[in-house]
């Protein structure tokens, strides 16, 4: 009731406490009652004798309310569960697969980020987009990876859309200015017929204004870069809105489209790069992205094509 009444006051125009309860059957006392509940989370809303309640402002938080408005997607952040605090948004997706494809998790405060291969992503700032999207595609097993590069090149469209120059650093980092300002985590269950369900997590650093020492020349965020902070909300629409196309894309088979997409916004081809595996590293350079998705690299020995899952890319002088 709360989100309807939130509705009513949207439109910006002033709304008597009697109209809201008419249009919604409920008691004067209770409109009251959500208009003070949504006080308390943030929203300015001046009451005016004989004119009635009117919405001032929006506090910047990652609600389904703050989101849905405006948003133009057919199924991506149809449905969000939002909650303040959670140990991560993956584990959060994972909890509830039941819910169904496109729904989003997301938090204002991650205690326990998660980046690849059990590396912590730094999440414990309310200024990000700490967010997971449940998918259900009806795919084979090795194309799940292509769902990460997916994400990766609609995060940087999105970010190129504000006017921020976003490069992807295969295969699933987004940077800008040769510093990561978007992670993205992907994790699946899936069985010898399938897959159940992906977690698509994406964390992104909006208006954080500082990172500790640690990761001070590695991270950004779009305050760091721009000197302003940009309403998360707005970001989070652009996200999904790029995702879906290019999910669609996808799943319709027209995979070379969205790759030829990503290869154009990769700035690891072309670079020396220093290739770490599990059990070993060597360094080559990167020449081109394979219809897979996967990062083709030249060294001594010939070419080779690396699967994202069980390497990692690094410049030769540092992280890009
Ligand atoms: P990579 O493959 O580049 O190591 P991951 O996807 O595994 O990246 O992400 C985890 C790494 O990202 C961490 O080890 C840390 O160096 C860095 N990191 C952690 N939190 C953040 C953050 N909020 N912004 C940017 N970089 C971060």
């Not at 959670?86 to 997301?106: C, L, W, Y």
């Not at 204002?108 to 590396?119: C, F, N, P, V, W």
């Not at 698509?200 to 990761?215: M, R």
């Amino acid at each position: 009731m709360k989100k309807k009444v939130l509705e009513i006051l949207k439109s910006g125009e002033y709304c008597s406490g009697e109209r809201i309860s008419q249009k919604l059957n409920v008691s004067r006392t209770a409109v009251w009652k959500y208009v003070k509940k949504l006080k308390e989370d943030g929203y300015k809303i001046e009451s005016v004798t004989n004119k009635g309640y009117r919405l001032i402002s929006s506090p910047d938080l990652l609600t389904e309310a703050e989101i849905t408005d405006g948003l133009a997607t057919k199924y991506i952040g149809k449905h969000i569960f939002y909650c303040r605090e959670t140990d991560s948004t993956n584990n959060e997706a994972k909890r509830n697969n039941s819910a169904p494809e496109g729904s989003v998790f997301i938090a204002e405060i991650q205690s326990g980020g998660k980046g690849r291969l059990g590396r912590k992503w730094l999440s414990e700032d309310n200024g990000g987009i700490w967010m997971t999207i449940l998918l259900k595609p009806r795919i084979a097993l090795e194309e799940i990876s292509k769902i990460t590069l997916a994400a990766g090149a609609a995060v940087c469209k999105a970010f190129r859309g504000i006017g921020l120059s976003a490069g992807i650093k295969w295969p699933n980092d987004i940077v800008v200015n040769g510093r990561k300002i978007c992670g993205i985590l992907t994790e699946l269950s899936a069985e010898a017929d399938g897959v159940n369900y992906v977690a698509l997590g994406i964390g992104i650093n909006v208006n954080i204004k500082a990172f500790p020492k640690e990761l001070e020349n590695k991270a950004t965020s779009v305050f760091i870069e721009t000197g302003a902070e940009y309403n998360r909300a707005k970001l989070v629409r652009a996200v999904f809105e790029e995702f879906e196309k290019l999910y669609e894309e996808f799943l319709s088979g027209r995979v070379g489209g969205f790759i030829k997409d990503y290869k154009a916004m990769c700035i690891t081809v072309g670079k020396n790069v220093r290739v770490i595996k599990p059990d070993c590293e060597f360094d080559a350079r990167a020449v081109d992205i394979d219809r897979e998705g996967r990062l083709i690299v030249e060294t001594e020995k010939g070419k080779m094509h690396l699967n994202s899952g069980e390497v990692s890319v690094r410049g030769i002088y540092g992280y890009i």
